[in-house]
């Protein structure tokens, strides 16, 4: 798969979960990365799972760790079914990859709407 920008739900999503209501140390960094973070690729064939890579002259994508920061994801009834995780480098100065992460026994085809996701 050649690169891509952010589609508007992995925009939205990463802003989210980027907003001031989920700040941590780093978080500004990381935000102001938002328009130069393209998608490289699904983490597996139909996964909206995606790995990212922000494009900063001199800056390379090392090992992963989890940022600071989570996402419940509900259902229409209210209903745990998930949650997305935000991967930065090791350093937690880079996005790295943006995870949904399901308990449902099948795997989402799309990413959920905003309004079924709640920071924690």
């Known amino acids: 798969m050649a690169r891509r ?18 700040e941590f140390d780093g978080a500004a960094e990381l935000r102001a990365q938002l328009d130069r973070t393209e998608v490289v690729g699904p983490w597996a064939p139909g996964s909206v799972s995606v790995d990212l890579r922000v494009d900063e002259p001199g800056r390379h994508t ?10 419940a994801v509900l259902d229409g009834d209210g209903e745990y079914i ?3 995780l935000l991967w930065t480098d090791d350093d937690g100065r880079t996005l790295s990859a943006l995870e949904y992460a399901w308990v ?4 989402p085809t799309v990413l959920p709407p905003i ?3 709640r920071l924690v």
Request: charged share 25%; hydrophobic share 40%.
């Open 115 to 117: 309004e079924h996701v």
């Open 5 to 22: 920008p952010l589609n508007s739900a992995e925009r939205a999503l990463l802003e989210h979960l980027l907003s001031a209501e989920a």
């Open 62 to 71: 090392g090992p992963s760790r989890l940022a600071p920061v989570g996402a």
């Open 104 to 107: 449902t026994d099948d795997m």
């Open 82 to 84: 998930g949650e997305l």
